[in-house]
């Protein structure tokens, strides 16, 4: 089983709707994250989560918000959907220790096209 | 603002070629650099490099570090296909593990 999964993996929805990626890990990982990736542009991150209390903003985090329902859970909602949100998503997850400084694991993606 | 500048963008060798992928860098408080292999989906770890001059290696892949000059090279040598990949570097910095990525290299090795 993988230890970083999201879903759904590929959605296609329209202007104006609210959308909710999901993501669990089973890493027992504290660190959270969300990124979004375009082509040229590599992996911009948009949220992240030290633990299920905390939550901060990432580089592009306008028209997004999370939530951490726990420790293996972080979910990205985008409120109303617009078409340059169209873009491949990613969770990660790192581990605490060491001060944080680990590598991160990513999940699999979701493709999101916004109509 | 953090930035990580990858070079080349793309590149197309034939297989037993070896390749240097650049990775060049400004990151306030740098803590690290990571390299990721993307083939079809999620990124995968490569390395962590922390320190100045000290090769790492794995198998037919190497990478360096060159802190005063801010910036790190992935070396592949015997070229395979399955090395087809975009090669991420993320610089880390101190404020716990926030990692900015390059816009990556895209690399394809022919038969």
Known sequence: DADVTQTPRNRITKTGK???LECSQTKGHDRMYWYRQDPGLGLRLIYYSF???DINKGEISDGYSVSRQAQAKFSLSLE???PNQTALYFCATSDGLAGGYNEQFFGPGTRLTVL | EDKVVQSPL????HEGDTVTLNCSYEVTNFRSLLWYKQEKKAPTFLFMLTSSGIEKKSGRLSS???KKELFSILNITATQTGDSAVYLCAGNNNAGNMLTF???TRLMVKP
């Open chain 1, 18 to 20: 609210r959308i909710m």
């Open chain 1, 51 to 53: 633990d299920v209390k």
């Open chain 1, 80 to 82: 109303s959907a617009i």
């Open chain 2, 10 to 13: 793309s590149l197309v060798v």
């Open chain 2, 64 to 66: 360096i570090l060159d």
């Open chain 2, 102 to 104: 390059g816009g990556g």
